[in-house]
């Protein structure tokens, strides 16, 4: 099958999407196929909690119980509605950042594990200079817009690249839906996968998605067809789904062609 622009004779093309999204960036492998202003340094909305789960992940502890301070509950946007005093498992508020996207519940975690939202901005900043990212910094765990919070396609290659090699991480963002609980049972959150692509499209198996005025929308998608893996990064898509479904299985077409020869 072939989508959009004609698959296998795209290959040669660096950018054959140029009006899909500001920036993309698309890998079978680990071999980068298309991009488009891959280090362009652009506001991520939500694909931030990527990074906030590959810290998470980092100094992981899945049954700790975490306390709802007031001001992660009164977090905006996409949120699960928890409420100040609630309590849950670090392992329940990395499925509800993850899957809803849950700002109030990304919130938690980052004072969870660095004392103060402050402090964790300062760990992912440190982090994403080991990772050796020259185009990301961030001024807030969640993905809003803000001063200095910024990533790239490139980066954000990498950032998930090395979330994903971690079992829970890949497990978790391939869920089309989620349920979690306060620690005692008394509250119960039902949640499906923000990535509209899971359960959706077969073979897309992650990652995130994000949204914001100024960023626009926002994501990172991986599939897997056969033995072809296939991770795509778009910021401020024009049409995120079914663009994203197209370039993925133009990289499906390139990668039949690319075993033959």
């Not at 992912?124 to 990533?151: I, K, Q, V, W």
């Amino acid at each position: 099958m072939c989508w959009l622009f004609g698959g296998a004779a795209m290959a040669a093309a660096t950018d054959p999407f140029p009006q899909l999204a500001d920036a993309y960036l698309v890998q079978i492998g680990e071999r980068v196929l298309w991009s488009r202003h891959a280090d362009k340094r652009l506001p991520p909305a939500s694909l931030t909690k990527v990074m906030t789960a590959l810290l998470v992940l980092e100094d992981y502890k899945p049954a700790h119980s975490v306390t709802i301070s007031k001001s992660a509950a009164q977090a905006t946007g996409s949120r699960i509605r928890l409420k100040a005093g609630d309590q849950l498992s670090v392992e329940a508020l990395l499925a509800a950042t993850l899957i809803a996207s849950a700002n109030d519940a990304c919130a938690a975690l980052a004072e969870f594990n660095a004392g103060s939202v402050e402090a964790f901005v300062r760990k992912m900043n440190e982090r994403a200079l080991a990772l050796g990212l020259a185009n990301t910094h961030f001024s807030n765990p969640c993905g809003f817009d803000g001063p200095g919070h910024y990533s790239s396609a490139n980066d954000l290659v990498r950032i998930t690249r090395a979330a994903l090699a971690h079992p829970e991480f890949a497990e978790l963002v391939a869920r089309p839906g989620g349920e979690i609980s306060t620690t005692d049972g008394k509250r119960r959150f039902q949640f499906r996968n923000k990535n509209a692509l899971i359960g959706t499209y077969a073979p897309a198996i992650g990652v995130k998605t994000g949204y914001t005025a100024k960023a626009g929308t926002c994501l990172i998608a991986l599939a897997q067809k056969q033995d072809a893996r296939v991770l795509l990064v778009m910021l401020n898509a024009k049409r995120r789904w079914w663009d994203a479904i197209g370039i993925i299985e133009n990289a499906f077409d390139e990668a039949v062609v690319h075993a033959a020869q």
